[in-house]
């Protein structure tokens, strides 16, 4: 995942650049950007921003960008933003994007012969700068947007930084938000929703799937009208979103509250003390549940925010696994004799929670109960890839089902996504009795959707039932 902020103001944009980006850094722990256009032409900088938080890099860097428009990211993979000149002029572009037909796209401009790449490190070409390339093949790039997104097998949202102003187009069917604040002499587009409040903006409008929007400090005209077709990601409420935001009229944390609340109503465990969540994002949806329950809600871990503010962590697993235990100190007093349910929001790997269990029972919980706030994950994400797994085979469920049916394991994915089969049950007992658990109890698809007061058609939950 990645996060992007735009502004387009009759001043300088650079510190509103600066905080709304910075407002971003739940998304992405890899790179950092921003790019400004003013009367000096176009400045652009990238830091990596690993080991460093986005505000420390780019500190300095306030006093060399002046422009009135502007756009940034904070990216979980590739540098950005990319800065192009073309026959469409000079811009520079940021995206959120998943791009499956990736080769296939570089092979096709190769075959071309129209273009070149700047290789990363990786040896991989950027998908950001393969979308420039996409957009450059038409006559405007309205036209190259909406081309881009035609041709791009995932999804893919932006932001274009020209000279005359900016443009912002949200993912084809939405899958990833994008909405636009206004405050007197600008307007600014934003990821998240909450990023521009403490900057003086108020909401103007959320952009619709497919929509694609000119932005000067003027006005906002738009492009091309939003589609039909919203499908935006459920595990933004779930997991990835930032409990102040609010995707499609829906905040995050009330989302989470309700979603807690209708776990609990299935719920069985007895003889509790009382409900916890896992720092951070399983908080909310263990409130929800404690509330619901009529039973205490306690903090067993507290996150140490000082030097691990932000929920992600490096891709290298040893060091994920590490940095897991680094960041929750447990509260010995409120573990030794007790029962508790514990909520976390998704179970992918199984490693991280399994390490954390470990340590309740050699601290004397007497009972921990595993209370999932979203069903078992079955399919590896093609939209966001928001579990950053290279293979289904990382996902815990999906590696339980392979021990299940062998090589026909994807023949039966559909009846082990049923709470109500047999296959789903062997298969959660499985996962229970692996990750070491007193019990575990995954929500259920259609109650999670009743949480989001949304119609399943509008939400994407591929990653659950391989609906696409």
Known sequence: MSGIFGVASRENCAADLFFGIDYHSHLGTRRGGMAVYGGKGFYRSIHNIENTPFRTKFDGELGKMNGHLGVGCISDYEPQPVLVQSHLGTFAIVTVSKINNMEELVKEAYDSGRTQFQVMSSEEVNATELVASLINTQDSIPAGIRYAQERVDGSLSLL????????????????????????????????????????????????????????????????????????????????????????????????????????????????????AGVPDSGTAHAIGYANEARVPFMRPFIKYT?????????????????????????VDGLIEGKSMVLVDDSIVRGTQLRDTI????????????????????????????????????????????????????????????DPNTECYCRMTEEIRRRQGFDSLRYQRLDDMIDATGLPKCKLCTYCWDGVE
């Open 160 to 275: 274009i930084l020209t000279k005359e102003g900016l443009y912002a187009a949200r993912d084809r069917v939405g899958r990833t938000p994008l909405h636009i604040g206004v405050k007197e002499g600008a307007f600014c587009v934003s990821f998240e929703s909450f990023a521009y409040v403490n900057l003086g903006y108020r909401d103007y409008k959320e952009i619709g799937s497919g929509e694609i929007d000119f932005i000067t400090p003027e006005s906002v005209t738009m492009i091309q009208a939003p589609g039909d077709t919203m499908r935006i990601c459920t595990f933004l409420w779930i997991y990835y979103g930032y409990p102040n935001s609010c995707y499609e009229g829906l905040n995050v944390e009330e989302m989470r509250y309700k979603n807690g609340a209708n776990l609990a109503r299935r719920d069985d465990a007895d003889d509790i003390d009382y409900a």
């Open 306 to 330: 000082p030097t691990w503010p932000r929920s992600f962590m490096p891709t290298d697993q040893k060091i994920r696994e590490t940095i897991a235990r680094m960041k929750l100190v447990p």
């Open 358 to 417: 470990k340590y309740l029972y050699s601290s004397g919980a007497k009972k921990v109960h595993v209370r999932v706030s979203c069903p078992p994950i079955t399919y590896a994400c093609k939209y966001l890839n928001f579990s950053r797994s290279r293979s289904a085979m990382d996902l815990i469920a999906r590696r339980v089902i392979r021990d299940f049916e062998g090589e026909r394991d994807e023949e039966k994915l559909a009846e082990y996504s």
